[in-house]
């Protein structure tokens, strides 16, 4: 199972807006970001205040990915 972020860069683009401007209003660190960048995890708490500053929910930055392994064995 694993996450994407590319919802969120998409928001980002949508709203005129860079990765350091996100960056600067949610006053994350730089490794933070480049680990979203690798789509790693990050905490709620994070997840959290990003849709608070960019005023939406979960769902419009974060998307869970499914293990393609998980689904052929629920398959069989």
């Given at each position: ?12 683009i949508d709203k005129n807006m860079t990765k350091t401007d996100l960056k600067n209003v949610t006053g994350m660190n730089s ?46």
């Amino acid at each position: 199972m694993a996450i994407s972020y590319n919802r969120l860069w998409k928001l980002l683009i949508d709203k005129n807006m860079t990765k350091t401007d996100l960056k600067n209003v949610t006053g994350m660190n730089s490794a933070t970001l480049a680990n979203m960048g690798k789509d790693k995890y990050v905490s709620m708490r994070l997840i959290d205040k990003i849709c608070e500053e960019l005023s939406c929910d979960v769902n419009d930055i974060v998307e869970h990915i499914a293990d393609e392994n998980v689904e052929s064995e629920e398959k069989e």
